[in-house]
């Protein structure tokens, strides 16, 4: 009898060993194929709403950063697109002379050439003093830049006799006045300081 039921109990705990398995191995290979599906989806490559780039395979979308301007940048600049019919021939400046710099110059240069600069016509446009002094580079970079775009026909440049490679004029506003089209004049004018004189004074002794 007992070598009846040994060889049984031997057979029954192979079965239970084999269920257990089979048991097992469906959840294995559940999460095998379910990952390889997932990688041979067909990424939809189709701009997101409102995104120029594609969307992401993972749902994200890439939002556009606005530039961020200080206040009164854009009004001004608006303003300059919206007037740009009635501004005089533009007059922009840079540099130094002898460390003496042009932009104090500006008001008495604009009289004589009769031109509108940068400074006079954000008096125009009304944007206050206490507002466009505390404006930063890049706020100056983007309204010298639309300047230069609404200039058309002459154009005029007062410029130092040391002028600074890196300055908004040899960056920003010379290269856009070339490229904008509307301008097929540039007078560059270059400020100088110089001595008169001698006058003589004779002193009896």
Known sequence: MKNVVLPRLLVLFYLFLSLSKA???PTAIYVSVEQEVLSNK???RRPAPGCSGPASSLGLTHSVVEPSFSP???EFTQWLQNNESIIRKICFYSGESGGAPVYPNMPAFSQIYGCDYRDGLLEKAGIKDIVWERWLEVDWIEASRVLAEVARDKAIAILGETVNE???WMKVEQPT???S???HELNKYTMELRLKGPVVEIFNL
């Open 181 to 183: 089209g509307k301008v």
């Open 166 to 168: 890196s300055s908004v």
């Open 72 to 74: 009164g940048v854009q």
């Open 177 to 179: 006045l070339k490229k």
């Open 42 to 44: 067909s990424i939809d």
């Open 23 to 25: 048991l097992a191995t």
